[in-house]
T-cell receptor, first 113, second 111 residues
């Protein structure tokens, strides 16, 4: 069965520092991968997605992610974090012919001034 | 454009009570989904409807029923609420071109 693991439940970084959020997936076929962000009390907003092609994908708000098939990973990065990036981040994989989006447990990002 | 609208936004139920969570979309998407979100567990799929007139179980369907009333509306019913169903519920729609669009959620507390 497919699964998504986000090893870090909480991460705290200083404003202006770089950020990497880890995501590992387990899925037999070629995965379609996503990163979502959720601000407190809000729904989920799509940051970026990977379907095929270039393994480094660019998203909104200055985020990027790299698909590494050999490591079954899809880590999210940002070179310089802003206080407004504080939120919860979810990695997800699309399975079951596109009918099931399986989420990781989420990583809560806190940004220190 | 409203996108995906969920009602109510907040609800408190007593154990054993029933209620229906409503979801309506104006995006003309065929597929609709109900997820629940619990701390540390991400979002888990309860039920989905790939098209009008069809529904299928997801990962955690026990204790829930759904109705795809028409293309726009997909409701989730709790027949006899239990404290374990305290959660935040999200409705979502999907199209091949636009991907998933999520509603803003319904926060349900069962006491």
């Amino acid at each position: 069965a497919q699964s998504v693991t986000q090893p870090d439940i909480h991460i705290t970084v200083s404003e202006g520092a770089s950020l990497e959020l880890r995501c590992n997936y387990s899925y037999g076929a070629t995965p379609y991968l996503f990163w979502y962000v959720q601000s407190p009390g809000q729904g989920l907003q799509l940051l970026l997605k990977y379907f095929s092609g270039d393994t480094l994908v660019q998203g909104i708000k200055g985020f990027e992610a790299e698909f590494k098939r050999s490591q079954s990973s899809f880590n999210l990065r940002k070179p310089s974090v802003h206080w407004s990036d504080a939120a919860e981040y979810f990695c997800a994989v699309l399975t079951n012919a596109g009918n099931m989006l399986t989420f990781g447990g989420g990583t809560r990002l806190m940004v220190k001034p | 454009n409203a996108g995906v609208t969920q009602t109510p936004k907040f609800q408190v139920l007593k154990t054993g009570q029933s209620m229906t969570l409503q979801c309506a979309q104006d995006m003309n998407h065929n597929s609709m989904y109900w997820y629940r979100q619990d701390p540390g567990m991400g979002l888990r799929l309860i039920y989905y409807s790939a098209s009008e007139g069809t529904t299928d179980k997801g990962e955690v369907p026990n204790g829930y029923n759904v109705s795809r009333l028409n293309k726009r509306e997909f409701s989730l019913r709790l027949e006899s609420a239990a404290p374990s169903q305290t959660s935040v519920y999200f409705c979502a729609t999907r199209s091949a071109a636009e991907g998933y669009t999520f509603g803003s959620g319904t926060r349900l507390t069962v006491v």
